[in-house]
């Protein structure tokens, strides 16, 4: 970009990116008002940041893609259902689809959710208060993954180790070189895990998706190398996303009393809370883009090769769809409208599992721990400049 096009976007030039992770929302609702698609020079990247732009380029796959080399989630994972596009896109999601849908999950996945959280509650129901990232939320989505894979528990500690490097390549802007190496080599060990199981999973073949996956007949099946690459973005996109589904809502609810008593007597309103807080406090803040083909859109001209950012949390406050929309409010007519989970061919394959996963969560820390919330002494808002939660959570009750 020349200096004379930088000039275009003078807010963008100024932007300060350290200063996103802690509060985004008054930085680039500025930058929606004055400059919805702007260039960050920091960043070397477009912003877009209305919620109909970035809802036009996340369905334009024929100029905006996920996959180049430009790409951090093909940097670090290589080739998989978030890497390519069309045919080879739909044969991957449409072999994985099943156990992420709404009466698969109910029938099949919920019963095992609700052991997992209990028995985790178990550990802790008689202190009186806990920080509830390390002893909870990190640790449902972990167990889930393992129990949808048909692995061990066992494995949690492997996988979480693995799971943060993965983390930090995926939001190395910056592309530092020790965190590239470190979250290859966490990958290869992670295939390598896999592979055993694979090969395990076809002696002693059980229910899970790994396995319906591994022995699935041979002409309709991923090879092994697709298999572990789509398990590995499946596994990598449950994580953290669910941890901050739940410690966000918590924090929400404890930061609006009111909502939070109406809660506690009506637990039938956790999906509106969810929904609300993936709008107002969103666990994943962007969804990538990298240009393919030359071509203009709200008068800017992208080039082939251009990285672009679609701004979920920005989006997800733009006054043209949401009314008041700094507020959370359950209440909102238009709860659905937000993108949190993206759109387009890419929306995310476990928004269903998420919200069962967080809904069973806060379900059973309400009923188990009497009127629960967070410290107000030492409450922590959700941080970070790609994935937003709070660092820890002291969560306190009464026994
Ligand atoms: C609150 C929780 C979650 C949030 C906010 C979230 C958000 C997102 C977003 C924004 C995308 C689109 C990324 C893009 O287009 O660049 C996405 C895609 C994806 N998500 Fe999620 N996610 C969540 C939970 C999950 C869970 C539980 C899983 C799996 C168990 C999962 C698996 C995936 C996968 C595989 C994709 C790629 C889909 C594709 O390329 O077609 N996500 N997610």
Redesign the pocket.
Known sequence: MTMAETNHFPLGARLSVASLSKDPYPQLLELQHQEPISWIAELNMYYVLRHSDVEYI?KDAEHFI?GTESSL?YDTFGE????VEGKQ?QR??GK?RKP?MPKFIRENIETEITCLVDSLIDGFQNKGQIELRSAFASRI?VQ??LQ?FGLPQQDEKYLRCWYNDFERALANFQWDEAIRSKAKTSVEEFHQHLQQSIGHLREHPNASLLSSLANAPEAERLTDEEIRH?AL???????S??E??ILNALYALSTHADVFERVRKDLSLLPKV?EET?RWA???Q????HVVKDCEYGGVKFKKGDTVN?M?NAANRDPEVFSDANRFDIDRPDLRRH?????????????H???A??RIALERLITRLPNCRMDPGRASAPEGYEFRQPLSLQLIWNH
Request: net charge positive; aromatic share 8%; hydrophobic share 50%.
């Open positions: 996340l996920t989630v998989h259902m978030m890497t896109h991957y999601k994985v992420f989505p889930t993954m949808l789509n973005i499946i596994f990598f996109g449950g994580i996303t669910v901050a589904l969810l993936v969103a666990p994943v962007s969804a990538t883009r679609c979920l993108i949190g989970f993206a759109t387009g061919g890419h929306s995310c394959l476990g928004s599992l998420a919200r996963e967080a």
